[in-house]
């Protein structure tokens, strides 16, 4: 209720506020845009990785468009709707796909409440209790000693054995493997400059910068060189003549990660789990990557050269997955304190004019 210090200044107040509300209401009325209309509007303006403007719009197409959510008014979108919405995507899809849902929407809406008139609050601010959850498994699944050992010994032989010796010798990602080209090895120093990634883009597959866009060089073992060597001398046999790419497919292209993981991968662990007898299942090709920090780490390597040998962008986001790893001996800070304190009451004894205290 307006107030005021007289009759006619609350009058005044009150004749301001129909107005406000008037025009409020005229602006919802005339917004015709729906929910997916601005959807489709806002990624297409996004300025992002091709392969990450690639998932949202995948996102977008295969779990909002279509529903009553998407055809909604823009401007009526409440939080009612959402969790309508959320309720029916997990009838059809898993958890970890409805949170991923809720951030884009989140993202989405928010930039309509800065960019849309009449949307004042975004309809997925949501209670904690109501936000769709989901934990995933722990992100570093890496192989112990023994079981990198018998990854080794079954890939023995195997066409993509240099692939699989180099992944758990550099920690490289598994697109940085398939966009690798000869000319980027130092055969000399034993070391392979990580230059490029491959990207899922709308064209197809294409190569891009590295993911935190700054090149490295790893140096690696010279069984690792080997293997490589071997793979060279296969790949000159069987095509005639050096191709360009390190790991390409049947026909010199790039290789799709699904595919070869699906049909060389999986093979490889089912492999490795049959002859050894250690439980391979659940592995993922990622998790080369985690073997080779994880296993670095536990034999005494820095966190800041396993940081530069995985290309992360800061020493942070190695401990943030890693931290555990490193070996902790909690003998050590209490005994080097010993030592400091040892030394101050020797320096405070032998001082002249200073005196022991009394025990």
Request: glycine share 6%; charged share 30%.
């Amino acid at each position: 209720m307006p107030c005021g210090r007289s009759k006619s200044e609350v009058a005044t107040r009150l004749a301001q506020l129909k107005i406000e509300l008037a025009e409020k209401r005229e602006t919802y009325d005339v917004s015709t845009e729906t929910s997916a209309q601005f959807l489709k509007t806002w990624v297409g303006s996004l300025e992002l990785a091709p392969s990450t403007k690639l998932r949202y719009q995948s996102l977008l197409t295969r779990h909002v468009l279509g529903r009553r959510l998407a055809e909604v008014r823009l401007c009526d979108v409440e939080a009612a709707h959402v969790l309508r919405f959320y309720a029916d995507l997990r009838s059809s899809t898993s958890a970890s796909t409805v949170k991923k849902v809720h951030s884009l929407l989140h993202s989405a809406f928010e930039s309509a409440r800065h960019t849309r008139a009449g949307f004042a609050r975004n309809p997925c601010d949501l209670p904690r209790n109501q936000r769709p959850k989901y934990k995933p498994r722990d992100p570093a699944h890496p192989f112990d000693a023994d079981k990198e050992a018998a990854f080794l010994a079954a890939c023995d032989g195997d066409p993509w054995e240099a692939l699989y010796v180099l992944a758990l010798d550099s920690g490289m990602r598994q697109a940085e493997l398939f966009s690798l080209e000869w000319r980027d090895f130092d055969w000399e120093n034993c070391s392979v400059e990580v230059r490029r990634t491959l990207k899922d883009t709308e064209d197809g597959l294409a190569v891009g910068d590295t993911k935190n866009r700054q090149r490295r060089s790893i140096r690696v073992s010279t069984t690792t060189v080997d293997a490589l060597a071997s793979h060279r001398k296969r790949q000159s046999r069987a095509g005639g003549a050096i191709q360009r790419l390190v790991f390409p497919d049947q026909s010199g292209g790039y290789l799709r990660r699904q595919n070869f993981n699906r049909r060389h991968f999986a093979t490889m662990l089912a492999k490795a789990e049959r002859e050894s007898g250690l439980p391979f299942a659940g592995h993922t090709f990622h998790d080369t990557r985690h073997t080779c920090a994880t296993l670095l780490l536990q034999d005494g390597e820095s966190i800041t050269r396993v940081s530069q040998r995985l290309g992360h962008s800061t020493v942070k986001t190695t401990l943030d997955y890693y931290a555990h790893c490193v070996p902790q001996d909690e003998d050590r800070p209490a005994a080097r304190f010993d030592q400091r304190r040892l030394r101050a009451i020797e320096s405070r004894i032998g001082s002249p004019g200073q005196k022991t205290r009394a025990h």
